[in-house]
């Protein structure tokens, strides 16, 4: 059964420091990762997708790596913000089956001071 | 604007009165989902679909049904809600089954059952 841990549960930083937050997860054969944003008490946004043939993908401040032979995808944040300030979440994808569920992390919400 | 809505956004009800919560993308995506979010538990999936009339359990579906008439509508129904089906409700879609494509999500839907 796929487990995707994302460690640690909080994180705060001083506005303008560059930062990374971290996903693992225990079976190696997905099709994907994706990262999201969540606001509080608001969607998903999807921020980046990586395919599994796929090392890494950029959007603006953003940039996500994924390893998938170590379990692991790394979100890099450039530059913080106070409007960086939310919950991430990584989610991977199985390989088989057609059903395309998420297995989602718990999250790392991420407070940005100004 | 391509975007998965929910209706309604929020909703406080009593045990027993059956509700529905609407979910609807203009993208014609193939496939549709939904999830819960619980403090602790994370996302899990309680339905899928992987097109018009065919659905399918996910993780969760204990108290929920669903249905899939139209390509675009994907509604959850909870026929005799229940304290703990008190949660965030999100729709999700991908423009075919299986896994490699990007899923978006609705911005939610809290219920409250009391």
């Known amino acids: 059964k796929q487990e995707v841990t994302q460690i640690p549960a909080a994180l705060s930083v001083p506005e303008g420091e560059n930062l990374v937050l971290n996903c693992s997860f225990t079976d190696s054969a997905i099709y994907n990762l994706q990262w999201f944003r969540q606001d509080p008490g608001k969607g998903l946004t999807s921020l980046l997708l990586i395919q599994s043939s796929q090392r890494e993908q950029t959007s603006g401040r953003l940039n996500a790596s994924l390893d998938k032979s170590s379990g692991r995808s790394t979100l890099y944040i450039a530059a913080s913000q106070p409007g960086d300030s939310a919950t991430y979440l990584c989610?991977?994808?199985?390989?088989?089956?057609?059903?395309?569920?998420?297995?989602f992390g718990k999250g790392i919400t991420l407070s940005v001071r100004p | 604007e391509a975007q998965v809505t929910q209706n309604p956004r929020y909703l406080i009800t009593v045990t027993g009165k059956k509700l529905t919560v609407t979910c609807s993308q203009n993208?014609?995506?193939?496939?549709m989902s939904w999830y819960r979010q619980d403090p602790g538990l994370g996302l899990r999936q309680i339905y899928y679909s992987m097109n018009v009339e065919v659905t399918d359990k996910g993780d969760v579906p204990e108290g929920y049904k669903v249905s899939r008439k139209e390509k675009r509508n994907f509604p959850l129904i909870l026929e005799s809600p229940s304290p703990n089906q008190t949660s965030l409700y999100f729709c999700?879609?991908?423009?075919?089954?299986?896994?490699?494509?990007?899923?978006?999500f609705g911005p939610g839907t809290r219920l409250t059952v009391l």
């Open positions: 993208m014609n995506h193939e496939y």
């Open positions: 989610a991977v994808s199985p390989y088989t089956g057609a059903n395309s569920k998420l297995t």
């Open positions: 999700a879609s991908s423009l075919v089954p299986y896994s490699y494509n990007e899923q978006f």
